[in-house]
């Protein structure tokens, strides 16, 4: 079946502006993560959602970054007034939830954002 | 401390051979482990994940753990050019039954013909 897909794949914008990302899980996957991957940073952690749960929110790196998934599908990360140190790979990923010790994230091909 | 420590690498190994890959991490109540492989320009993919103490093997590659000396591996036999890549080790901690992995910094795989 379908992999999780994301939108744009790649971003340019200029530093100030804001931009949207966008994620579609795979179909059935009630769970949904959003890294970054950055030179020199790693993959790190920013925010899931887990069914109708309050998200976990705790890897956002600013008020200027949030998110939100509707209907419990599709996601967007929405960063404002953009820095150039945002510029990153964003990547998400999808889960089924099946067991805590079992369940295995998917990712996306991500979106290559560029601050200029 | 980090997290979760990987060797940066480059790891170096000649077609045929045996890859070894580690990762140490600092969480003692850690409850899963997932190894990944990102080729350059891509998303991660998972390769497989243990979360019980000892070896877990699925076609060319093995997965082991030790949750005593905090301790994960992954051996690739069999070593193909086409597995020249970069391996993420990641961690999921205890006590939250789903989310956030913590990832290594992967650890460069060359595998020369």
């Known amino acids: 079946g379908a992999g999780v897909s994301q939108s744009p794949s790649n971003k340019v914008t200029e530093k100030g502006k804001d931009v949207e990302l966008r994620c579609d899980p795979i179909s059935g996957h009630t769970a949904l993560y959003w890294y970054r991957q950055s030179l020199g940073q790693g993959l790190e952690f920013l925010i899931y959602?887990?069914?109708?749960?309050?998200?976990?929110k705790s890897g956002l790196p600013s008020d200027r970054f949030s998110a939100e998934r509707t209907g419990g599908s599709v996601s967007t990360l929405t960063i404002q007034r953009t820095q150039q140190e945002d510029s990153a790979v964003y990547l998400c990923?999808?889960?089924?939830?099946?067991?805590?010790?079992?369940?295995?994230?998917?990712f996306g091909p991500g979106t290559r954002l560029t601050v200029l | 401390q980090k997290e979760v420590e990987q060797n940066s690498g480059p790891l170096s190994v000649p077609e045929g051979a045996i890859a070894s890959l580690n990762c140490t991490y600092s969480d003692r109540g850690s409850q899963s482990f997932f190894w990944y492989r990102q080729y350059s320009g891509k998303s991660p993919e998972l390769i497989m994940f243990?979360?019980?103490?000892g070896d877990k093997e699925d076609g060319r590659f093995t997965a082991q753990l030790n949750k005593a000396s905090q301790y994960v591996s992954l051996l690739i036999r069999d070593s193909q050019p086409s597995d020249s890549a970069t391996y993420l080790c990641?961690?999921?901690?205890?006590?939250?039954?789903?989310?956030?992995?913590?990832f290594g910094q992967g650890t460069i795989l060359t595998v020369h013909p």
């Open positions: 990641a961690v999921k901690a205890g006590g939250t039954s789903y989310g956030k992995l913590t």
């Open positions: 959602f887990q069914g109708n749960s309050a998200p976990d």
């Open positions: 243990i979360y019980s103490n």
């Open positions: 990923a999808s889960s089924f939830l099946i067991h805590p010790s079992t369940d295995t994230q998917y």
